[in-house]
């Protein structure tokens, strides 16, 4: 069923995520017009009252702007668009350090399984 | 808004709803979830007016529901009883000729957008599409409330994001607002503003999806459960 979300965070922030990954690997591009909300919720399978949050908080976050009768497009500030790359980094080790740490790994032992791991994926290729 | 103050429904001498207050506000998204026999359809049917409460009231925008309140409120029940030797476009016309607030144009987009042919006979229909079909006649009247008694029962997943999709597409939420009784929580989720827990008659709980998976860190399903545990 169109995406499948965790069950454990509001959906409309998964969705904000999702939006603002495909922004910083330039799916979509600054500039870039959105979907309308409808056509986002029908995409998704997001009730569209959901959709409107994302964009308002997008919105509010300075990712997107809204022209008015023209839709919701990606903001041409390329300076917020790095420094929203930088949040998402720091999000997702965030997300990282608190699950490693639920299981009881150290700080140091997360940075040298990082390395490990960076070493091996090296030696495959 | 629909609201109800503390209804119950009594057959014979098995309580089937037992004091429930509720308010449905328009232009939201509520999903009625709980075990079977819980009494969500009971509530449901409670709600159109199709059931009368034992005790308490219910009140359409100020007004009693009664019966005739089908003029403001689209019901969509899960039991088939279509006549079988119409034509899905011989339905349309029916509906058309039943509901003054029924938009034909409306029923014809939604029938193309699950891909239904209007010539076919309805007891040619597979579950599936006549599924889809009875969702389409429903949403396409414009009354302010639509309520959708157990829409994906019984439906394979692709059907199911059809009518999830359809309803997405179609339901004008600055004007309607839709009550979904429904066991496929996962499926229906997404679509949800709140839910509202009926357990054994009574409500147990109502919520917005967004808090329970704020403060809870639980989709609706695990919240069911743990509530109803």
Redesign the interface.
């Known amino acids: 069923m169109g995406i499948d979300f965790q069950p454990d965070r509001p959906i409309y922030q998964q969705l904000i995520d999702r939006l603002a990954g495909e922004i910083i690997r330039e799916k979509r591009k600054p500039g870039d017009k959105l979907p309308s909300v409808r056509e986002y919720a029908v995409e998704t399978g997001v009730n569209a009252n959901t959709i409107q949050r994302v964009y308002r908080e997008m919105e509010q976050m300075e990712i997107v702007q809204s022209k008015r009768g023209q839709g919701t497009f990606v903001t041409e500030n390329r300076d917020r668009l790095h420094e929203l790359r930088e949040q998402m980094k720091q999000t997702y080790i965030e997300y990282f350090v608190k699950d490693m740490s639920d299981l009881g790994f150290t700080i140091s032992e997360m940075t040298e399984g990082l390395a490990e791991h960076e070493a091996k994926k090296g030696e495959k290729e | 808004m629909i609201e109800a103050h503390q209804i119950t429904k009594r057959f014979l001498t098995t309580k089937a709803i037992e004091g429930i207050d509720l308010r449905i506000d328009p ?3 509520y999903g009625i979830i709980g075990e079977n026999g819980s009494g969500k359809s009971t509530l449901l049917k409670l709600l159109s007016g199709l059931l009368h409460p034992s005790k308490g009231s219910i009140t359409i925008n100020g007004e009693p529901v009664t019966r005739q309140s089908a003029s403001t409120i689209a019901y969509m029940t899960d039991f088939d009883r279509f006549y079988p030797y119409f034509k899905v476009s011989e339905l349309v016309s029916f509906y058309e000729s039943q509901f003054v607030d029924f938009n034909k144009n409306k029923a014809e987009d939604i029938l193309d957008f699950l891909a239904i042919d209007h010539e076919q006979k309805l007891k040619h229909l597979s579950k599936g599409n006549l599924g889809r079909v009875k969702l389409a006649v429903t949403v396409a009247r414009e009354a302010p409330f639509l309520l959708l008694d157990e829409p994906l029962s019984g439906l394979d ?1 692709m059907v ?2 059809s009518i ?2 359809g309803i ?2 179609f339901v004008d ?1 600055d004007r309607q607002s839709l009550v979904i009784t429904t066991h496929e929580i ?2 229906i ?5 709140e839910v509202i827990i009926i357990h054994e008659g009574k409500k147990l709980d109502q919520q917005r ?2 808090d329970i ?2 403060k809870e ?3 609706v ?2 919240w069911l459960k743990r509530r109803t545990r």
């Open positions: 232009g939201k998204i997943p199911r994001e999830v999709k997405i597409q939420f996962r499926d989720e997404p679509l949800l503003d999806v967004d998976r704020m860190q639980l989709d399903e695990g």
